[in-house]
């Protein structure tokens, strides 16, 4: 059985919700090692009275969810599966911050009721009045592969011909000081052409929503299929990062000279770099390398941004300029392997196909 | 679908019991857990009661064998998991491809909160140990560390049903031979955040909770942590005492409101269908319902109304053991599949506390006493929530 992805969907600090080429790079310089989404008109997809109300994560996964919905011609998906790291934060830090000053009295309902994790997914299954299957996963790293997952199974199951899934993430003020103070992030200004060839700690935080509809029949504007996903826990050592690439390329019956574009989740951080630095080298050193944390910064579920662009390089047959990083485009491109890894913790392979 | 999974032991932690045969021993006693609020420090503790596990973190932490200062959801959620696996008799967890599927939704938002009152006096105080595993995952996370679990993790959230679901997808893990046993169910702490929540939308009872019953006011929160072991089929023979098959779940989604249940109970009807269907069962084969019942007036009316449909005028014995547990949030699903489960064990019936009067809007009581020895071969677990998520499960006699 063959996953085709009928139709994607991405809100991201490029203009991505608009139709056309590869968008171009918006802000070069990045805001104090802050990358912020570049909204697009939200009253496309949502009504005016409702947009007030709903927080910017919600939007952005709205949008996203509709942009994909609309390339693949689907209304009504046969399941609606997120992922989210850190869910709905704005609405937490408001209830929160209203809890903790007006000491648990007088609150309103609304930031409370919007900050469940599910609900990007339920507002989605609400404006599409859409009773299916809806699940979502808040597993950090793994969140968006484990919607990709759940995704895969249910289509495999085969009462299922359209799954909307995605993954969002928003970075708020909150969340960006209180990680900041990790040392997560560059303390020195860099621009996105830097970033990438940094030799210190630390990236640049990002945040957006990239939406999928897959299904097991190529669609209109299917571009891709999905062939593959694994995921490792905390591995121990880049070999065994390796060796997990080789076996994953193996079950697929593929050998390491037929990816003609590897993608991957670098970063700019020094310390999480040499991950992608051992893999490039060792298994992949004549591929062309692209790239896509410069264009998102990092969050927890920005693998989904990278499997966007894979399917715009797929889509188009060419690799943006602003995403090769090494090499030459290649002349053909028919298999992207896509590996990302969240802190080191979290590392993920995805197997895209053109079709 | 191919492939039986079984459901080769269970754990439970929560305020009416330290572990599950303590909380049997609670319903058999018929003591309900609701009282005044001991260890969650909140301005709403003599108005609102609580069903809170009866150990301060320290005590928790020994227990669990995990440092003192990390979030209770996490020390829950240790303890009742490694209850659930040891039931198992399978030996040492190395010996197997071993997934954990937890649902929460506070992650660690209990220590958040008291981080959050420092940070925002001044952004750069607050201590970040209180902070760092805010994330739901984190808590899922430390556990499958201190468990020694790597070959699939994950965290799920969808509001009240999130602990089903995790049932859902870890038996689907297993189906798809990625690993051969899991550890599914939920688990989560009472926090502020969560009370002060419930409280916004006006359905918390401020004396114990009545589900199912006519002069309900709303519900009771609840804090635990309960996980079943699924097991693949070929390992059947290795579980000490295999408690039943899970031979049915569905998942639907109410896509009503936001927080509230359509009136009919069009997602309950869905995902407690949807259930029946995978398992090839007819609504009259069904010995129990564990309700998802959380003693609100929308909630309970909208399930009601659901069950009717799909069942009259055939009712088997319901009864909420939210009645005793308060509503657990992410555990409860995990928490009730453990007690759905057993009840196919050991032919239980769970008694509804609270009960006087029937509701008007539906034809069925629930059951009030405690009963074993019935004849139980096949029982639905509900659990529905915000988001419009609905799910079902259903277990069956192997």
Known sequence: ?355 | MAGEVWIGGGGVICGIGDNLSACIDAFRNMATGAATMEYLSSAHKGTYPVVEVRADNATLAVRAGMPAHISRTALLSKIAAREAWDSTGLGELRNYRVGFVSANTVGGMDKTEDFFADYLKDPQSGQLNQVVNHECGSITELVADSLGIRHHVTTISTACSSGANALMYGARLIRNNMVDVVIAGGTDALTRFTLNGFNTLMILDQESSRPFDDTRKGLNLGEGAGYVVLVKDELKELIRTPWCKLSGFANANDAYHQTASSPEGVGNYLAMKGALEMSGLKPEEIDYINLHGTGTQNNDSSEGLAIERLFAPHYPPVSSTKSFTGHTLGASGGIEAVFSALAVREGYLYPNANFGTRMKEIPFTPVTAFSEGNKVHHVMSNSFGFGGNCSSLIFSIG
């Open chain 1, 1 to 355: 059985m063959s996953i085709y992805i009928q139709g994607t969907g991405c809100v991201s600090p490029l203009e991505t919700a608009a139709e056309g080429p590869f968008p171009a790079v918006v802000n070069p310089a990045y805001d104090g090692a802050r990358l912020k989404v570049s909204d697009p008109d939200y009253k496309q997809w949502i009504d005016i009275k409702q947009i007030r109300r709903m927080s910017r994560i919600i939007k952005m996964g709205v949008a996203a969810a509709k942009l994909s919905l609309q390339e693949a011609g689907v209304e009504k998906p046969d399941a609606i599966i997120t992922g989210t790291a850190y869910g709905c934060l704005d609405d937490t830090g408001v209830f929160l911050t209203k809890m903790i000053n007006q000491q648990e009295e007088m609150l309103t309902p609304t930031s409370f009721i919007q900050s469940t994790h599910n609900t990007v997914a339920g507002q989605i299954a609400l404006m599409l009045s859409c009773h299916a299957y809806n699940n979502t996963f808040v597993h950090k790293g793994f969140s968006f592969e484990s919607a990709l997952l759940d995704s895969i199974m249910i289509l495999k199951e085969g009462k299922s011909k359209h799954i909307l899934m995605g993954a969002m993430d928003e970075l708020t003020t909150h969340s960006f000081n209180i990680i900041s103070r990790f040392n997560r992030f560059k303390k020195e200004p860099v621009t996105h052409t830097e970033l990438l060839h940094s030799t210190t700690p630390g990236t640049v935080a990002g945040e957006g929503a990239a939406c999928f509809v897959l299904g097991t029949e190529k669609g209109d504007n299917s571009h891709a299929r999905l062939t593959g996903l694994t995921t490792s826990y905390k591995p121990g050592s880049t070999a065994e990062i390796a060796a997990d690439i080789i076996a994953f390329l193996a079950v697929h019956e593929i050998a390491q000279e037929d990816i003609d574009l590897l993608i991957t989740g670098r970063n700019g951080d020094s310390e999480g770099d040499i991950w992608y630095d051992h893999v490039e080298r060792t298994l992949f050193p004549d591929q062309a390398v692209g790239c896509f944390k410069h264009l998102c910064g990092e969050y927890p579920t920005a693998a989904s941004f990278g499997m966007w662009v894979g399917c715009k390089v797929l889509s188009s047959g060419q690799v943006p300029a602003d995403v090769l990083f090494k090499g030459n485009t290649p002349e053909k491109i028919k298999k992207i392997l896509i590996y990302n890894h969240y802190k080191g913790t979290h590392h993920s392979l995805i197997l895209l196909t053109g079709c």
